[in-house]
Structure formats: structure tokens, C-alpha cells
């Protein structure tokens, strides 16, 4: 564990201002534990544990990887009337960055924690939410959405000047100058959402796939998006904080090291009309529709299992299996395997070159997540407490109330604190957020939250923490327009690939896309007749 003063392992986490804040440090020790993945196993798997199989067993179809990009092809899979697979999830649970936790006083997540509601080329969406209960059609076919589901107003607010207000926009304090570049910026989102190429396709959507790939869009995607706004004028250091902000909540990355095409996808991708997509969130986060997942996939499903090694066998491909558990190695005899794991994974599995050469293409920063347990809410000034809450100028990106979609009267509560590490090398940042104990972490997001909330700290009861070392992909530039990002996707014989990165971006929706492109891939090579739900 790295020896910080209490100064130090502030600025370290949260920067200077942090540093120079006058927060009390702990007074007493904060219970709670560092969960997560299972990295003892993972770091091993790096560095080439490949027990020999004890025996060999035919498997039709494999699955490595039981995050949302696997947990989708099964789900794709069973809809296509296809079940004779095996999920394998190296984990002791489903979801991946769609985790959850639960304790006394509600469910909460570890990772990601609501999605927009879809628009109507985002079929395979659509089809999840009515399936898991999210959404009916209406008499023209659109989807309604279960206003229970829907994020509960008030939504966000944000902590500025001493008090908080309401939206994410820091008003308090605002000049002319700052708020006419606010609307500047803004329209000229606007003015994206609405372009659409000669083909009808927008020039952002979700799946990125559905969006345009014309040379005036893809240009974006040469530009560092500190560089554009720069070109554009848009210089007032309150503007780039709110830009910044959705970068490094979306993409866990800053202005310097997003790419202008990412920066307005965030920005673009998600209106129709000037509006911005209703929010659906549950108090577990995304885990809820990766329980939904999950059931398609059911006993097929094997956690605890590690694939070690992936070879390839004629037409056919073995994957090595162990099961620390009980110490069992395998060798899974498959027509198909479909790679739901990051780039950097399936190199390791694969040990050629070449996939060695797409992982250094997808750069993946950490994240520290961050369950508060609370037995009643502390004092805030100023608008009253949203789901989102966020604090102006802090590296962090605030906390959401996990039990804010409940009908629960005033007392407990859970808030789930989420802090990117956006060093400009990742690794540095693994390293960093590696070397932290317990009483490190506590102190960090005590730190920082309690510049809104100084009573914050005789209100916790316990904390729990979740380091994600790769949790999220950062779209850099040339990334989205790379030949060899594209080309990443493509089946090798009987090896099909899915997972976020090969958007370039960490989002549910992309991950369930490429679950269902690769599955889609294998109903084809199959000859099972299907309607596509992403052509």
C-alpha cells in the first residue's frame, strides 16, 4: 500500500482543490470491505495459467464472458431457438459492469446504473425493455415506457457556491459570457441531432452502428475534443467543466484524451427534437436488466469458471477451461465460440499476434465505485436531494441515491459514488487505485462528498468498494473511424467477437449490440432463419 499523508492522498484522487479543502479527516474507522472481480485468478490468467485439461467435452457453441455483451448473445441465441451453449464467467456472478450489491436497507449497483430510453432503430433495446417489463407498445407500435421505471423527478442537481441547484448546468455564479457559450454549445449539439445522411441515418445514434459513417462525421473523430472547442471559441473554463463532465461520465475520460466525434455523441446522440431521452433506472442499476439476461441463458450458464486458453482445431475450436473451485480443467470442444471478453483478454486467451495488436487500439481507464450506507441523510443547502447529485469541479462525478425509485420514507439510504482515475496513462491509474486500502478509499470520497454534506461523516455506517482496474474502453481520437476497429468485429472461422470496446465505447446498449451481432453470426452460420434485431 503506497504511504500517503492525508494531503497527499487527496491530491493524488481528487486534486489540488481537494488538498486545500478543509474537510475533517476521519474520527473514527468506517466499516465495510474492498469487494470485486476476482483479480487474484485474473492476474494469473495474464501471466499464462493454463492448467492441462483433465478431460474433453463437446460443447456446440461456447461463451467466454458472462458481462452484457455475453449474457446478450444467449439471450439472441434462445430467441433464435438455439440453447445448446455454455456461458463461462470467470466471476462469482453475471453482469459485469452491470453488477449489483444489496444490503439491509436497499439493492444497489456497481457500475452502470440507468439507460436512455431507446429510439426506434435500437430494435434489440426496444425488444429487452418489453420483455423485462420496462415498456408496452402503444396503439402505433412505439414504445410506453413504465413510468415507475422512468427516473423519479427531482433528477439532478449540482453543488456550487455553497449550495446545490437544480440540473447539471453550474448556474450559480454564471456570466453572461458563460451562459452564452452554454447556448452556443448547445445548439450546436442540437444542430447534430438533427443531421441525417443521404442513407436516412443519423449522424449520432445508439448503437453507434446505426449512426452515419459520412466523411464529414468520422472527420470529428481526428479531432481531440478540447481541440474543437477551441477551434469554436468556446473557451469559458465553466462550459468545459459541464463538456467535460459527460465525457468523463460516459467515457471515464477528459477533453484532452476524447475525441470530438465521442464528445458530441454524448451530447447529440440522445435527442430528438431538442429533447433529451427519459432516463429508465432501478435501484440496482443496470444489474436489473442483466437478471433479465441472465434467465435465457440459466443452468447454461457456469460462473466460476475461467477459460484459460482458446486454440483453434480445424474447423473447430477448444477452449481450456479451470474451475478453481474445484480444481477441474477442461478442454470444450466447440463449433462456434463467441469471445465476449475485452481485446486485452482475448489476446491472452488467443496468443497471436495479431489480437495482440487490436488490444493496444482499445485503452481502458479504472474506477472507483463506492457504496455508502447511510442511516439518515445528511444536511445540504439549497435544492433538495435528486437521484444524480453532483459536485461542481470535483474529479469525481458525485453519487446516486439508490433509493430514490422507492417509496420509502426518510431515514437509510444508500448512496453509490463513482470516481474515474483519468491519468493520461491508464496503467498508472490501475497501479494508483490498486495500491489503496480501506481507510485510503474512505477517507477519498468522505473528502470529497463532504464539501456538500460536512455532517456526511456521522451519517455513514458502512462503506463498500469496488475497483474496476479496466471498467471502461475511452474513445480516443481516430479510434471510432478505425479501419482496424472495425475490422476487430469480424468472425476468424469459428471465433465470433463481442463486447463495448468494439464500439469504442463503454455503454449498455453497445455491448448488447455486439452480444447480438455475434450471435446473429452463429444463427447464420447455422442456417437458422431469424429476423435480424440490428440490421
Avoid at 477459460?307 to 474447423?315: I, K, P, Y
Avoid at 449498455?508 to 452463429?522: I, L, S, T, Y
Wanted: glycine fraction near 10%; charged fraction near 20%.
Amino acid at each position: 500500500m503506497l504511504s500517503y499523508s492525508r494531503r497527499e492522498l487527496l491530491f493524488a484522487l481528487l486534486g489540488a482543490s481537494a488538498a486545500a479543502c478543509r474537510t475533517r479527516p476521519l474520527q473514527r474507522a468506517i466499516e465495510g470491505e474492498i469487494v470485486g472481480a476476482n483479480d487474484s485468478l485474473g492476474h494469473k490468467l495474464r501471466d499464462g495459467f493454463s492448467p492441462a485439461p483433465g478431460r474433453e467435452r463437446r460443447v456446440p457453441i461456447v461463451i467466454v464472458g458472462g458481462g452484457i455483451s455475453g449474457l446478450s448473445a444467449a439471450w439472441r441465441l434462445v430467441r433464435g431457438g438455439v440453447t445448446d451453449f455454455e456461458l463461462l464467467e470467470l466471476d462469482d456472478a453475471q453482469g459485469g459492469t452491470s453488477r449489483s450489491g444489496r444490503n439491509s436497507i436497499s439493492s444497489y449497483p456497481w457500475g452502470a446504473h440507468y439507460v436512455p430510453a431507446p429510439l426506434a432503430h435500437a430494435r434489440a433495446m426496444g425488444e429487452l425493455l418489453l420483455e423485462a417489463g420496462a415498456a408496452v407498445r402503444g396503439p402505433d407500435g412505439a414504445l410506453v415506457f413504465d413510468e415507475a421505471q422512468l427516473c423519479r423527478a427531482p433528477q439532478e442537481r449540482i453543488f456550487v457556491g455553497g449550495s446545490f441547484t437544480e440540473g447539471l448546468w453550474p448556474r450559480a455564479g454564471a456570466s453572461p459570457e458563460d451562459e452564452r457559450q452554454l447556448a452556443a454549445f448547445l445548439a450546436e449539439a442540437r444542430r447534430w441531432s438533427e443531421v441525417s445522411d443521404a442513407r436516412g441515418r443519423r449522424a449520432f445514434a445508439v448503437p453507434a452502428a446505426h449512426g452515419s459513417d459520412d466523411p464529414e462525421v468520422l472527420a470529428l473523430d481526428r479531432l481531440r475534443a478540447i481541440d474543437w472547442l477551441d477551434a469554436r471559441g468556446f473557451s469559458s473554463p465553466r462550459l468545459r467543466w459541464f463538456v467535460e463532465y459527460g465525457c468523463r461520465d460516459d467515457f471515464g475520460a477528459t477533453l484532452a484524451q476524447t475525441s470530438a466525434w465521442a464528445m458530441l455523441h454524448y451530447f447529440a446522440s440522445r435527442q430528438t427534437n431538442g429533447r433529451g431521452q427519459e432516463l429508465l433506472t432501478w435501484p440496482e442499476g443496470n444489474a436489473h436488466l442483466a437478471a433479465h439476461l441472465a434467465k435465457a441463458a440459466g443452468p447454461r450458464a457456469r460462473t466460476g469458471v475461467a477459460a484459460t486458453r482458446v486454440e483453434l482445431r480445424g474447423e473447430r475450436a477448444v477452449v481450456h477451461t479451470f474451475e478453481p473451485r474445484t480444481g477441474v480443467a477442461e478442454a470444450l470442444l466447440a463449433d462456434r465460440v463467441v469471445l465476449a471478453v475485452p481485446r486485452a483478454f482475448a489476446a491472452r486467451l488467443l496468443r497471436d499476434g495479431q489480437t495482440a495488436k487490436e488490444a493496444a487500439l482499445f485503452p481502458t481507464g479504472a474506477w472507483l465505485v463506492c457504496n455508502l450506507s447511510l442511516s439518515r441523510a445528511p444536511a445540504s443547502h439549497g435544492f433538495p436531494l435528486a437521484w444524480d447529485n453532483v459536485i461542481y469541479q470535483s474529479p469525481g462525478l458525485g453519487y446516486v441515491v439508490a433509493t430514490h425509485q422507492q417509496d420509502l420514507p426518510p431515514g437509510p439510504s444508500v448512496w453509490t459514488y463513482y470516481l474515474p482515475l483519468t491519468d493520461d496513462d491508464p496503467a498508472a491509474g490501475r497501479r494508483k487505485l490498486y495500491q489503496l486500502n480501506h481507510a485510503q478509499i474512505a477517507e477519498v470520497v468522505l473528502a470529497d462528498l463532504g464539501r456538500a454534506h460536512p455532517d456526511l461523516r456521522e451519517c455513514v455506517t458502512r462503506l463498500d468498494a469496488w475497483r474496476w482496474g479496466h471498467a471502461m474502453v475511452r474513445p480516443v481520437p481516430g479510434l471510432q473511424s478505425s479501419p482496424a476497429r472495425r475490422a476487430a468485429a469480424l468472425p476468424r472461422g469459428p471465433l465470433h467477437f463481442a463486447h463495448t470496446e468494439l464500439s469504442g465505447m463503454a455503454l449498455f446498449e453497445e455491448a448488447q449490440h455486439h452480444g447480438v451481432r455475434a450471435a446473429e453470426e452463429v444463427l447464420r452460420a447455422r442456417n437458422v432463419a431469424f429476423a435480424s434485431l440490428i440490421d
